[in-house]
């Protein structure tokens, strides 16, 4: 069993990492937002969970001990492969998870890809008892009202709304004048920010999950 990485980053690019240890680059696929925040020739130390199949071992990474917990909860969940829990962490940090767990929402779910109502409810049946239910939820993201026009582009071109609201703050908080600039301009600055390289690797990732 590989429980963690720690070595330096070799290629940060959308859902996939490529870790560095002792001469031996281990590919690890994290939420779009970790990748994010990796930076190419640093140090950085995953945690991971190795999911075996018949024809390939696959390293699931994140940032907290608290995330791969919450992701091997749900991998354990029927219908949920370990592509979809990944991609519940994409969209839902593990306070929100647990708060939607313990308030019976099985809506936060189904706004996953490839989560339908059926598994929603499985989830939500699965996890009970098994999460903090005092965890409170993740505040979201502040941005202006121009920045929700910006977020609701950058959904409509495939990130994640949880991706979306965090590049289009940095924006604001890197680009003072953006904070009264037109849509169209902060729009292109989110969209340098993210890379176009990067919003293509998550597009195929979302449409390959099951």
Avoid: C
């Avoid at 907290?64 to 979809?84: A, D, I, M, R, Y």
């Amino acid at each position: 069993m590989i429980s963690s990485v720690r070595g330096t980053v070799l290629s940060a690019v959308g859902s996939s990492v490529i870790i560095e240890v002792g001469g031996i680059g281990y590919a690890v696929q994290v939420t779009p937002e970790h990748s994010l925040a990796l930076r190419v020739g640093d140090q950085a130390l995953i945690h991971t969970s190795l999911i075996v199949r018949e024809d390939s071992l696959s390293l699931f990474g994140f940032e907290t001990t608290e995330q791969l917990h919450v992701f091997e909860l749900l991998t354990g969940v029927t219908g949920v492969g370990p592509k979809s829990a990944l991609g519940v962490l994409s969209v839902l940090g593990p306070g929100q998870i647990a708060a939607a767990v313990t308030s019976e929402d099985d809506k936060a779910f189904r706004k996953v890809s490839g989560i339908g109502p059926k598994t929603a409810k499985l989830i939500v049946l699965s996890l009970t008892g098994k999460l903090i239910a005092t965890a409170p939820a993740e505040a979201p993201l502040a941005v202006p009202a121009a920045g929700e026009s910006v977020v609701v582009a950058l959904v409509g071109l495939g990130w994640s709304e949880k991706v979306a609201l965090q590049a289009v703050e940095d924006v604001l908080n890197s680009h003072p004048d953006a904070q009264t600039a037109p849509v169209q301009t902060v729009l292109r600055l989110a969209l340098a920010q993210l890379g176009p390289a990067q919003h293509s690797a998550q597009t195929r990732t979302a449409e390959a999950r099951p």
